[in-house]
């Protein structure tokens, strides 16, 4: 059975929630989204507003392999839209077949996120964007000046940023920055059969995701992860809501699956208190994003669960308590939406970039 | 400017073709499609008729990176359907930054080809796609038995093969390559300037675009670049059109771009007389697909067309008539059908492969 359900295409809503995002900046302040609903739109930037053609060159640039080194790795590669938003290893493969040193997070409904990367290191989706272009083991470009220069060659990309972005100079990092977030908040998953039995159908949830629900509201899971994302409370972007891992040292699962080799949020801050503390993640599609945790080392759901009770609350969770949880956390998978493949402007009669031997 | 032209999608168009097939093969043998118009249609084997649900599969299939034992690399990855249908590299990455040893073709048109690879070594789009999966430096499957398994063991993929292919063993290494090849006969791009053009419209060629055609007329280039395709005249599937490359040796272009070190058709069949013998490549949308010739070695097409003046005719072309020839090869740029992403099943609350550490 295919999970992802089509409902309509990102083009025939596309209309509708730019009217209902500018309603929502009226009427509604992004920090009052309620508790539990998946908002129906993400906060958007003022400085960076949504629109048609905006989040189409954002789609392409997201899949376009052209902005890594080789040639060969998109955005896409990592974060697969076709799919649960990860690449579903362990660690990502970049360019040149190095690995990442953590597991990709999904990008769908990152956009409700207040920070970004496990360790909060970008305040927002377009901060995001600029790094794994750069980054030498993801997509390893030598500079920001090589990816204006390259984007701008290409003929359908220098047109579409001259009309998006307007001005002398429109393709600059910042604004390949902002198209790419543009698309990417486009990528939620509402209707979850969660948030259908919280509009009232109390049968979209089977009794045993209603046990599974009790469960994590009352061993108190729902402590980091609450909110309409399920990765903490309504925050400011650029305000992370953060957890140590484990907060309950010298378990067994914590040598067994490596979990404080890496420091977490300690890198970026180098304060102490920072040691293997990690942006809380999300819980919606957590069912599609297998395998589990920083350094994607737990397999199974049900192995994540057992970890997170051991090493977050000191809970030795029996089976049926574990299968409770994990039916209730299959009830967050949202319904992805349908979409048009990009189509990426060409370079007619040359090799993109003129070199060989990469 | 979008060289690629949004008409209608393959959802739209699927039922009309499968129509159009079933009349064609009523009225119309394969060898029949008439010397330069690009067919409507491809030729389709009589064991693996196109269905709708079959094409979507395949395209599942087609896109998937789990096809790979890394999870990384699907078709699309060398074969981009969102670009020229290669990946616009002299030659592929493939798993764990291992580099191919020949430039990937084009998908699009495929179809209309009589024997795939450069080499001609796959009689069919079958037997083509049956060869990366498990290639060690392409997609690096151990065996069809660990693809079948895998695909098999995903419940999306598992009942879409049960419903398209029937019987008790649905998912077989043979279904998987037919569910690929059928989506890649939908591939077809349409509708170039130069189709148009035979089909009356005078105007679609520009004065230079007609002196190129000419040119090649006149050179003897069409001696090998004819037929719809323009890739050799009318063959039944599996009867390759050859050519020998370099047919003039010793020019400086042999050693500047190393022609002659990969033996094409002589590493298959171990005949003397195939030493430097390839598959004649299609002119269709060759403006989108540099870097050229079976090593990528030739960064652009005005390049390539003086490569192949002076090794195959012995004829050191001027730049005006290199210019008309470029100008014509654009002509051969169709239009690309806008498709539907597609979703791809996933494993809930699992990793798909349990495997950590790859």
């Known amino acids: 059975m295919n999970r992802f359900k089509n409902t309509k295409s990102i083009q025939q809503g596309f209309s509708r929630m730019v009217l209902v995002i500018s309603l929502a900046f009226v009427v509604m302040p992004i920090t009052a989204f309620g508790l539990e609903a998946l908002p129906k739109v993400p906060p958007v930037p003022k400085d960076n507003p949504m629109t ?104 359908g990309y220098a047109s579409q940023f001259k009309s998006v972005f307007q001005g002398k100079n429109p393709v600059t990092y910042d604004n390949i920055a902002k198209a790419i977030a543009a698309y990417e908040r486009t990528l939620l998953t509402p209707d979850s059969p969660f948030d259908r039995y919280k509009r009232g159908q109390k049968k979209a949830l089977s009794k045993k995701a209603v046990a599974g629900m009790q469960a994590v509201e009352s061993l108190g899971c729902t402590g980091c992860h609450t909110g309409p994302n399920f990765a903490g409370p309504a925050m400011a972007v650029g305000e992370g809501f953060y957890q140590k891992f484990p907060v309950f040292p010298g378990s067994v699962y914590e040598k067994k699956y490596n979990l404080t080799q890496d420091q977490g949020r300690y890198d970026v801050t180098k304060k102490s208190d920072d040691k293997n503390v990690w942006r809380v993640p999300s819980w919606r599609n957590v069912a599609l994003t297998a395998p589990y945790f920083h350094n994607g080392s737990v397999a199974t759901l049900d192995e994540a669960v057992r970890v997170m009770g051991k090493t977050q609350l000191n809970q030795d969770l029996d089976n049926q308590t574990v299968e409770n949880i994990v039916e209730f956390l299959n009830s967050l998978t949202g319904t992805f939406l349908v979409q048009k493949m990009p189509q990426l402007p060409p370079t007619p009669n040359r090799h993109t970039t003129e070199k060989d031997g990469l």
């Open 52 to 155: 048609r053609d905006k989040v189409e060159l954002g789609k392409q640039l997201f899949f376009d392999p052209r902005l890594s080194v080789t040639g060969t790795v998109s955005c896409n590669s990592c974060h697969n839209v076709m799919a649960s938003g990860t690449d579903n290893r362990p660690t990502s493969f970049g360019v040149f077949g190095k690995k990442g040193g953590r597991s990709a997070p999904t990008v769908w409904n990152a956009a409700l996120l207040s920070v970004q990367f496990w360790d909060g290191r970008a305040a927002s989706l377009e901060d995001q964007a600029k790094g794994p272009i750069l980054n030498p083991v993801e997509m390893g470009m030598p500079s920001e000046k090589a990816v204006v220069d390259l984007i701008a060659s290409i003929p």
